[in-house]
């Protein structure tokens, strides 16, 4: 059958592959996918068929090492995203679209998400349909314990490093993207000298070290190139990247170059045990996220005052329940308690990563977050990831008058014009555009996307913004001054507001990010069932972080423009308010009732008792 359409969408998609820049013009000419091939994902580090001994499933370790907590909760590992990163039904729905927008874009995807699967060669197809029970483990016990430090500054890694090291035949050039080194036998790296493993194991002090978590806590796109310009524009196609470095290609995570560039990377800083565990001295991830207490290796040997507990857990407070929803327990090692406990964990580094302060500037309100984490608060994962200011307006009567960043929870709709949302937002070019028949702009497209639009999220302490600018996460569309690890919003005071309360909330997922997975999804079910798991659980409830409430008392005065001036127009409108039983001039008890002692409350804040 002859389809004209679809051979002039072909034809063109050539045109621009060969004369990059002449076919803009055309702004939807293109089409999907975009034909990459694997030869376009391919990376250093180890390669499937490396290894010797073979990976094995967490269920053999977790016989031993099931309990690394006072609270003998067993199973700590599985209840972290990281254990089910493979089964994350919200993963299934990207992988769907990332394959329909670059072929075998997938493999990329599987590295990080299912690595003992990627490692054992079943990445192909890269829809994960080779995927066997084993690989849904996702990052598992063996995967992390078995991975090799391609770098070592300092040479204080065991010498069998350096064999593996010699007998890899690409290495990484900086750790990213998945890009992970693996001992070709079965020895296991942890940060212990221990007597008494009943297995092969090695005193690794990269485990102790963030620069094991940037191996996939960095992720980068190889097929697109840094331009001397600073865009990033499609390399050669069927072809590996031309530069495996990360900060060559278009940085799509950057959670640990943020930390990288954070005073937490120069050494310990007291939080005084803001994030739990026995030390208050945090430095790496492994400090704030693998927090250490009093405990036994193994349920057989003696306790140290050292064990980091596997909790991994960041801000994610619904998707280990929809994973619960959707695998039997018997293959996630899920249950209620688990998943239960692990949200709660969630919820307490949501609510330790900042502090609020408000103040009262001018006629305005100041709304001052500090960022507590030792990365961009919030982190990682551009798409629907966000973070915002709710703030609440009363009167002296108590009653709500005005609300900024509303946000309803039946409809999941949050209202961004009138407040400050923190977030990473990423898009597509005008090259990308006609290449790929999408629109230029804002995109949820992962593997297509190729411009920063925005990115406000709070830096770190330490923050700079040449070094920010040097790892690809300067602000965009966003300012920051260097050594500024906070950020203010002003809101203008209404008339008649005598108090404030504000509230910053954290959400995984957006209703916008759900949706287009749901909507653009012409492939499979995926995006249908992941949209169901967000409906049925709360559309990715709000996370309260912070919470905070203010007297502005001055302002029960200053009930007319210009604001913050108290003038005879002022007394107009308490008048006229007065006569109208209208609750701006409604100013003390008993409410409801317009009296003298409004009258009074009115004078005493006009005449004197206000700055
Ligand atoms: C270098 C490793 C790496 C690669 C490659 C990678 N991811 Fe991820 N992915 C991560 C990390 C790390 C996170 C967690 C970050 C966070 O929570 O902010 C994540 C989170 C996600 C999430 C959010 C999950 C949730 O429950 O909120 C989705 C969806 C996702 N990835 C899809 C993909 C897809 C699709 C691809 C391939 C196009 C991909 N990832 C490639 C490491 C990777
Ligand atoms: C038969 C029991 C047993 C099994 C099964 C077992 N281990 Fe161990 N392992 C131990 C003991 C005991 C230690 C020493 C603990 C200590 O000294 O605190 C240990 C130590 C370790 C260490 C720490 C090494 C160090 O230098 O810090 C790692 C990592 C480790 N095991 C990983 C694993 C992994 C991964 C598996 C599954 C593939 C596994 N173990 C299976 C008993 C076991
Ligand atoms: C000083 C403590 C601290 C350090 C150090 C730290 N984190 Fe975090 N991290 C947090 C807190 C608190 C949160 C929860 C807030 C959030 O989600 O942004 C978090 C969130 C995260 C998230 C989830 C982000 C999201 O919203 O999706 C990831 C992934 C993460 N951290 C990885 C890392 C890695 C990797 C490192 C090291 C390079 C690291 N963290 C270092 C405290 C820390
Ligand atoms: C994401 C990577 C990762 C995964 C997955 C992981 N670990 Fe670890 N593990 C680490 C790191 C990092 C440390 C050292 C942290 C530190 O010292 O601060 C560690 C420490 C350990 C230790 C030594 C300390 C102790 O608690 O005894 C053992 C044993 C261990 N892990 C076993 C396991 C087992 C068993 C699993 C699976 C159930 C597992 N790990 C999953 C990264 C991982
Ligand atoms: C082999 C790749 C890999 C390594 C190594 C790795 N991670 Fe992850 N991590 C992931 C992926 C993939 C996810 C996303 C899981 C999901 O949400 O589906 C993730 C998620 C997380 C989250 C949860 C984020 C959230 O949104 O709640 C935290 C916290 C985290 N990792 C911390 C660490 C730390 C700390 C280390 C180093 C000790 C580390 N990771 C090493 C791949 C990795």
Same mark, same amino acid.
């Given at each position: 059958?002859?389809?004209?359409?679809?051979?002039?969408?072909?034809?063109?998609?050539?045109?621009?592959?060969?004369?990059?820049?002449?076919?803009?013009?055309?702004?939807?000419?293109?089409?999907?996918?975009?034909?990459?091939?694997? +030869?376009?994902?391919?990376?250093?580090?180890?390669?499937?068929?490396?290894?010797?001994?073979?990976?094995?499933?967490?269920?053999?370790?977790?016989?031993?090492?099931?309990?690394? #907590?006072?609270?003998?909760?067993?199973?700590?590992?599985?209840? #972290?995203?990281?254990?089910?990163?493979?089964?994350?039904?919200?993963?299934?729905?990207?992988?769907?679209?990332?394959?329909?927008?670059?072929?075998?874009?997938?493999?990329?995807?599987?590295?990080?998400?299912?690595?003992?699967?990627?490692?054992?060669?079943?990445?192909?197809?890269?829809?994960?349909?080779?995927?066997?029970?084993?690989?849904?483990?996702?990052?598992?016990?063996?995967?992390?314990?078995?991975?090799?430090?391609?770098?070592?500054?300092?040479?204080?890694?065991?010498?069998?490093?350096?064999?593996?090291?010699?007998?890899?035949?690409?290495?990484?050039?900086?750790?990213?993207?998945?890009?992970?080194?693996?001992?070709?036998? /079965?020895?296991?790296?942890?940060?212990?000298?221990?007597?008494?493993?009943?297995?092969?194991?090695?005193?690794?002090?990269?485990?102790?070290?963030?620069?094991?978590?940037?191996?996939?806590? /960095?992720?980068?796109?190889?097929?697109?190139?840094?331009?001397? /310009?600073?865009?990033?524009? *499609?390399?050669?196609?069927?072809?590996?990247?031309?530069?495996?470095?990360?900060?060559?290609?278009?940085?799509?995570?950057?959670?640990?170059?943020?930390?990288?560039?954070?005073?937490?990377?120069?050494?310990?800083?007291?939080?005084?045990?803001?994030?739990?565990?026995?030390?208050?001295?945090?430095?790496?991830?492994?400090?704030?996220?693998?927090?250490?207490?009093?405990?036994?290796?193994?349920?057989f040997t003696d306790d140290r005052p050292d064990m980091p507990r596997h909790y991994f857990n960041g801000g994610n407070t619904w998707v280990l329940q929809a994973v619960r929803n959707l695998y039997p327990d018997m293959e996630t090692f899920l249950d209620a308690t688990i998943v239960s406990d692990s949200i709660s964990r969630a919820i307490g580094m949501l609510q330790s990563a900042s502090d609020l302060e408000l103040s009262?500037?001018?006629?305005?309100?100041?709304?001052?977050?500090?960022?507590?984490?030792?990365?961009?608060?919030?982190?990682?994962?551009?798409?629907?990831?966000?973070?915002?200011?709710?703030?609440?307006?009363?009167?002296?009567?108590?009653?709500?008058?005005?609300?900024?960043?509303?946000?309803?929870?039946?409809?999941?709709? *949050?209202?961004?014009?009138?407040?400050?949302?923190?977030?990473?937002?990423?898009?597509?070019?005008?090259?990308?555009?006609?290449?790929?028949?999408?629109?230029?702009?804002?995109?949820?497209?992962?593997?297509?996307?190729?411009?920063? *639009?925005?990115?406000?999220?709070?830096?770190?302490?330490?923050?700079?913004?040449?070094?920010?600018?040097?790892?690809?996460? /300067?602000?965009?569309?966003?300012?920051?001054?260097?050594?500024?690890?906070?950020?203010?919003?002003?809101?203008?005071?209404?008339?008649?507001?005598?108090?404030?309360?504000?509230?910053?909330?954290?959400?995984?997922?957006?209703?916008?990010?759900?949706?287009?997975?749901?909507?653009? +999804?012409?492939?499979?079910?995926?995006?249908?069932?992941?949209?169901?798991?967000?409906?049925?659980?709360?559309k990715s409830a709000p996370v309260e972080m912070d919470f905070g409430t203010i007297d502005i008392p001055c302002n029960g005065a200053d009930l007319a423009p210009p604001a913050g001036v108290l003038d005879f127009s002022d007394v107009v409108a308490f008048l006229v308010g007065f006569g109208a039983m209208d609750p701006v001039s409604d100013l003390a008890p008993p409410f409801g009732s317009f009296d003298f002692s409004d009258v009074i409350a009115f004078l005493g804040l006009f005449g004197g008792g206000?700055?």
């Amino acid at each position: 059958m002859f389809t004209p359409a679809l051979i002039g969408g072909c034809a063109l998609g050539v045109v621009w592959v060969g004369i990059a820049g002449f076919a803009i013009a055309e702004p939807r000419g293109g089409s999907l996918p975009v034909p990459t091939t694997l +030869n376009d994902f391919f990376m250093p580090g180890s390669q499937p068929g490396d290894l010797v001994a073979p990976m094995q499933s967490s269920q053999t370790c977790m016989g031993c090492h099931s309990d690394f #907590s006072p609270e003998s909760e067993p199973f700590l590992w599985a209840g #972290s995203m990281m254990a089910q990163s493979a089964r994350d039904p919200l993963y299934h729905a990207a992988l769907a679209i990332a394959n329909q927008d670059a072929s075998f874009s997938g493999d990329m995807c599987i590295r990080c998400h299912s690595p003992m699967g990627w490692i054992d060669g079943r990445s192909t197809p890269t829809d994960g349909s080779a995927l066997v029970p084993q690989d849904l483990e996702g990052v598992a016990c063996h995967h992390c314990h078995r991975m090799v430090d391609p770098f070592d500054p300092d040479g204080v890694a065991p010498p069998e490093d350096a064999m593996v090291l010699a007998m890899t035949a690409d290495l990484p050039v900086n750790p990213h993207s998945g890009q992970y080194v693996l001992d070709f036998e /079965d020895r296991r790296r942890g940060p212990f000298d221990t007597p008494f493993a009943p297995h092969d194991w090695l005193n690794s002090p990269f485990h102790q070290s963030s620069s094991m978590c940037a191996t996939c806590h /960095d992720v980068s796109n190889p097929v697109y190139e840094r331009q001397p /310009d600073g865009t990033y524009a *499609l390399g050669a196609l069927d072809t590996p990247a031309a530069s495996h470095d990360k900060y060559e290609q278009f940085p799509i995570e950057r959670t640990y170059s943020e930390w990288l560039m954070s005073e937490f990377a120069l050494g310990p800083i007291d939080l005084g045990g803001r994030f739990g565990g026995a030390n208050p001295l945090v430095s790496s991830c492994q400090d704030c996220h693998m927090p250490d207490i009093d405990g036994p290796g193994c349920f057989f040997t003696d306790d140290r005052p050292d064990m980091p507990r596997h909790y991994f857990n960041g801000g994610n407070t619904w998707v280990l329940q929809a994973v619960r929803n959707l695998y039997p327990d018997m293959e996630t090692f899920l249950d209620a308690t688990i998943v239960s406990d692990s949200i709660s964990r969630a919820i307490g580094m949501l609510q330790s990563a900042s502090d609020l302060e408000l103040s009262v500037v001018g006629s305005d309100l100041n709304v001052r977050i500090i960022n507590f984490t030792g990365h961009k608060l919030p982190t990682g994962y551009p798409e629907g990831r966000r973070m915002w200011v709710n703030t609440r307006f009363f009167d002296a009567a108590d009653t709500m008058i005005a609300e900024r960043g509303a946000y309803d929870s039946l409809t999941a709709v *949050l209202s961004t014009g009138d407040t400050k949302v923190y977030e990473a937002k990423l898009g597509i070019d005008a090259a990308v555009s006609a290449a790929t028949g999408e629109p230029v702009g804002e995109s949820f497209h992962f593997v297509l996307n190729n411009v920063r *639009l925005k990115d406000n999220r709070i830096p770190p302490r330490g923050f700079t913004n040449a070094g920010f600018e040097l790892v690809q996460s /300067d602000p965009v569309a966003a300012t920051y001054a260097d050594g500024q690890y906070w950020d203010d919003t002003l809101y203008a005071i209404p008339a008649g507001a005598v108090r404030a309360e504000v509230s910053v909330w954290y959400q995984t997922i957006s209703k916008e990010y759900i949706e287009f997975l749901r909507d653009e +999804n012409t492939t499979d079910t995926t995006g249908q069932i992941a949209y169901d798991q967000w409906a049925l659980l709360g559309k990715s409830a709000p996370v309260e972080m912070d919470f905070g409430t203010i007297d502005i008392p001055c302002n029960g005065a200053d009930l007319a423009p210009p604001a913050g001036v108290l003038d005879f127009s002022d007394v107009v409108a308490f008048l006229v308010g007065f006569g109208a039983m209208d609750p701006v001039s409604d100013l003390a008890p008993p409410f409801g009732s317009f009296d003298f002692s409004d009258v009074i409350a009115f004078l005493g804040l006009f005449g004197g008792g206000c700055p």
